[in-house]
């Protein structure tokens, strides 16, 4: 993998890619981009957890909208407000070496989000998640993020037993929806793509 090819080929795709070597370096860029007082919603996600973007964005002045800090009564609200917000904030479950984010979720929070609603997106990820083409990212994500996110999250599905995709039709099932992003949509302003020198999350 080159990684200048990637980000590259992410530029060309209309992201807006940045490439740091370490974690201090792209939480200062972060920072930057969403400035002070903006709302900033945030899908759930074990990257952006070990950064400690929440605290580091609140502590800023920005209003934090986030399922995570509510209760569960809560958590569809919150979902909504974060679909409005100024900036979003996720990483992705794998971005391919031709420039495509491919994600796979279970209650579809972050992924409508990623194609209609908010303007400004920020993608973050460690370069453990560049994967070689769409195919070989939906198999890290179904035969290693989802098992190890059932886990987390107590999920009664095989892959959480079992440490691999079986298809199921569980009701605790994850992968419910894929979406892969080509492109920004037209709707939106600025997608930055946030790529670290390090392994985070999974």
């Not at 945030?42 to 990257?47: A, E, K, Q, R």
């Not at 920004?184 to 985070?200: G, M, R």
Request: with cysteine; aromatic share 6%.
């Amino acid at each position: 993998m080159e990684i200048n090819k990637v980000v590259e080929n992410l530029k060309v795709r209309g992201f807006e890619p940045f490439y740091f070597e370490s974690r201090d370096e792209a939480i200062d860029k972060i920072v930057e981009i969403i400035g002070h007082d903006k709302s900033v919603g945030f899908g759930g996600s074990m990257t952006v957890h070990e950064l400690e973007l929440m605290d580091i964005l609140e502590n800023e002045g920005n209003k934090i909208l986030s399922h995570s800090k509510v209760s569960p009564e809560e958590r569809d609200h919150v979902y909504q407000l974060a679909q409005s917000a100024n900036f979003y904030i996720s990483s992705t479950n794998a971005l391919t070496e031709q420039g495509e984010l491919v994600n796979i979720d279970g209650t579809a929070n972050r992924v409508t989000t990623f194609t209609f609603g908010v303007k400004n997106i920020i993608f973050v990820l460690g370069v453990n998640k560049i994967t070689k083409d769409v195919t070989s990212a939906i198999n890290r994500i179904r035969n290693y993020v989802a098992p190890k996110n059932c886990v987390r999250l107590h999920r009664n599905t095989p892959c959480a037993t079992l440490g691999h995709c079986v298809n199921c039709n569980s009701d605790d099932c994850i992968c419910n929806t894929t979406v892969i992003s080509h492109h920004p949509t037209s709707k939106q302003d600025h997608v930055y793509v946030i790529i670290i020198n390090e392994e985070l999350g999974y």
